[in-house]
């Protein structure tokens, strides 16, 4: 089977001599390559067909205008002409319908400029019981232009709303502090919050103005690519740059892995280390609505190009980034963020003894690092295997493995960390495009640790991190415990067309690159850990449990299977009984307040995220508003009354801090967040009563 490289190169070679190498030829001739590449490459090619077709179109209506706010529906039926048709364009390197669509939303996008203006010169009035629907998937396409001038009318007053509330709030809070300054009517501050909100418009229209054809032609080809898979994409040489740079780690920022979808800028990974990460507050899911330097007006970024978002949120060490984001329950919340380099020792392994009635060790690891170059750099499994032997020199009884938000990495250092705590034996199979399988083996019989040990998983623990908690589950080697897992069980691999296409093709480059999905992983009892993840042997209460997230959630994600079963011999050393385990931890959660807290708090968020709906009347505004406050004053007091559990970094680790006083700030607060973490006193105590 040729690689996709050599496809690559001979597709290109075939249509340079078959078209003149205009340069219109040459978006004639990406598009038939990256289609090569893609049907060639994949894991899973799809049939590219009117089925694929109806796919692509709905991907990309949604990209062009998710919050139905340019189109109309007859634009959006002139369009639905091609809905059927667009696996024909691809196959003739056309781009009729991408350029129709192009034409269109550049024409609405221009008219639309006049209407924010117009609405915003005049006062709204915030006592006229209204509503607006907040979710674009549950909008239509406005009829006509007085419809669509309506749905503006709606959004700006609400976004006038928020900011007026927040105004008023603040002015309440200053008065309760005996702050003296001027009160200010409600009409000043809705005639400066429709000032500020226009403000806003007129800095998002001058970006729109400035998105080209090659931006338009970019989400174009990743609405094909995504149909694919959620995690296939093409990126333009630009976005590529931008790609580089962040996974390389070498501009300063906060450290947050953001992809654009369904119109919005969504945060897709946290890197462990980043000022992200340690401030805490920032999770993959949530969209961010609006990026503020420090104290100054916000910036809108929903429907702005993903690479100009990224220049916004970027910036230099020590300056604060200010991120409006939305939560997938719903809510807003405004999250200040320091930008700063990755604190390294964030990302490694660190660990700490928990004493109690017995001494239990506890491993923290954020992420499946490695040395890939071999240049003397840590590597997860040698450091989590430094750290099991440092907790049983110190005497530890039963380890917890905390795997929570890593968001996987190595699988090498996976397979070598799984082989710390079984005999030699299969940890995890991997299947390519060809269909054919390969066992990634721990070879080393040696057990380091053969103690009791409880692995804490939740929804941002994926890939890597599932493979490790997979085996120790098919092995019984582990009690998993939290919730249920992420569900990426694929690999990618980039392929930069540069490198693949001709030396005919030098005018036209850089064309970018094409990231691939080419291989699936599979657990060693057969199933993959695609699409359904792993669930926990112990599942506990989770605050963001019902709301959509995961794998499963994305577009179009690649199917669970299952294969063969490797050859291996569950653990026999142990005496657990998972059915004791699990009822003994029920009774417990049952009985615990925060627990039950936490389970009337998902089901409250539940219920927030599918109302869509919010009122457009200032005063019911502002009631729901307290509520949702007092909520959540709620559950951070309930928080407060948790069982604080005893704690210590060990000698050699405290030691190595010396009179840094940054690393010692930073131990102080690792800590802190796990001395009433409900979640590790759960998997302490299944170690204690269940597993000794």
Request: aromatic letters at 8%; hydrophobic letters at 35%.
């Amino acid at each position: 089977m040729l690689s996709v490289f050599a496809v690559i190169l001979l597709t290109a070679s075939f249509i340079f001599y078959r078209s003149n190498a205009t340069p219109e030829g040459k978006d004639e001739i990406l598009l038939k390559v990256l289609m090569q590449g893609l049907n060639t490459g994949h894991f899973q090619p799809e049939k590219v067909d009117d089925n694929f077709s109806k796919k692509a179109f709905k991907l990309y209506l949604e990209r062009l205008d998710y919050n139905k706010k340019f189109l109309l529906s007859s634009d959006v039926a002139k369009l639905r002409k091609y809905e059927t048709a667009i696996d024909d364009q691809l196959r003739q390197g056309s781009y009729e319908f991408f350029d129709l669509s192009a034409s269109l939303i550049d024409q609405r996008v221009k008219e639309s400029q006049a209407y924010y203006k117009e609405i915003l010169a005049k006062p709204f009035d915030f006592t006229k019981d209204e509503t607006i629907e907040l979710d674009g998937e549950k909008l239509a396409f406005a009829k006509d232009k007085n419809e669509l001038k309506e749905a503006w009318r709606k959004q700006l007053k609400y976004q006038t709303l928020v900011r007026l509330a927040d105004m008023q709030k603040e002015q309440e809070k200053a008065t309760e502090k005996g702050e003296k300054k001027e009160a200010r009517t409600v009409e000043q501050m809705e005639a400066e919050a429709r000032k500020k909100i226009l403000d806003l418009y007129n800095d998002l229209y001058t970006r729109l103005n400035r998105v080209t054809l090659d931006d338009r032609r970019a989400t174009y080809i990743n609405a094909i690519a995504n149909v694919y898979d959620p995690h296939t994409g093409y990126f333009p040489p630009k976005a590529k740059s931008d790609f580089d740079i962040e996974f390389t780690g070498r501009l300063e920022g906060i450290g947050a892995s953001l992809q654009e979808k369904d119109g919005q800028i969504k945060v897709h990974e946290i890197v462990p280390g980043s000022p992200s990460y340690i401030q805490g507050d920032l999770k993959p899911g949530d969209a961010i609505q609006k990026v503020a330097q420090g104290d100054k007006e916000p910036v809108i970024v929903e429907g702005m190009r993903l690479d100009d978002a990224i220049q916004l949120i970027r910036g230099k060490k020590g300056t604060e980034v200010r991120l409006t984001v939305k939560k997938p329950n719903g809510s807003t919340k405004v999250i200040p963020i320091i930008r700063d380099v990755i604190v390294f020792e964030e990302t490694y392994a660190q660990s700490a003894m928990i004493d109690g009635k017995d001494k239990i060790g506890y491993i923290k690891l954020p992420g499946f690092y490695a040395d890939f170059e071999n240049k003397g750099g840590p590597n997860s499994g040698e450091d989590v295997k430094r750290e099991v032997e440092k907790l049983k020199a110190a005497g530890m009884q039963g380890l917890v493995l905390d795997l929570r938000n890593n968001g996987g990495g190595s699988l090498s250092d996976a397979v070598e960390m799984a082989g710390l705590f079984i005999p030699q034996g299969p940890i995890v199979q991997v299947k390519d495009a060809r269909g054919k399988s390969i066992v990634l083996d721990d070879r080393d019989p040696q057990v380091q640790y053969a103690g009791p040990l409880v692995i804490l998983v939740n929804a941002n623990s994926a890939s890597a991190s599932e493979i490790l908690a997979a085996a120790m589950q098919d092995y019984k080697r582990a009690v998993i415990v939290g919730s249920p897992t992420y569900g990426k069980g694929t690999v990618q691999q980039f392929f930069e067309l540069d490198q693949a296409l001709p030396a005919q093709f030098d005018a036209y480059k850089p064309f970018g690159a094409l990231k691939l999905t080419t291989q699936k992983f599979y657990r060693v009892n057969g199933g993959t850990t695609q699409l359904r993840g792993v669930t926990p042997d112990v599942i506990l209460p989770d605050l963001y449990a019902y709301l959509e997230f995961g794998e499963k959630e994305q577009d179009y994600p690649l199917p669970f299977d299952e294969i063969k079963p490797a050859n291996y011999k569950p653990w026999t050393n142990s005496k657990i009984s998972l059915s004791t385990v699990k009822g003994n931890s029920q009774e417990r959660i049952s009985h615990n307040e925060s627990f039950k807290l936490i389970e009337e708090s998902a089901t409250r968020l539940k219920k927030q995220s599918d109302n869509t709906v919010r009122s457009l009347a200032l005063t019911k505004y502002m009631e729901e508003e307290k509520r949702a406050e007092a909520e959540a004053k709620r559950y951070e007091e309930a928080q407060k009354q948790v069982p604080v559990l005893t704690v210590n970094r060990l000698p050699e680790d405290l030691k190595a801090l010396g009179t840094d006083t940054a690393k010692v700030a930073r131990n102080k607060e690792f800590l802190k967040s796990l001395k009433q973490d409900i979640y590790l006193e759960e998997a302490v105590e299944i170690i204690t009563k269940d597993l000794k």
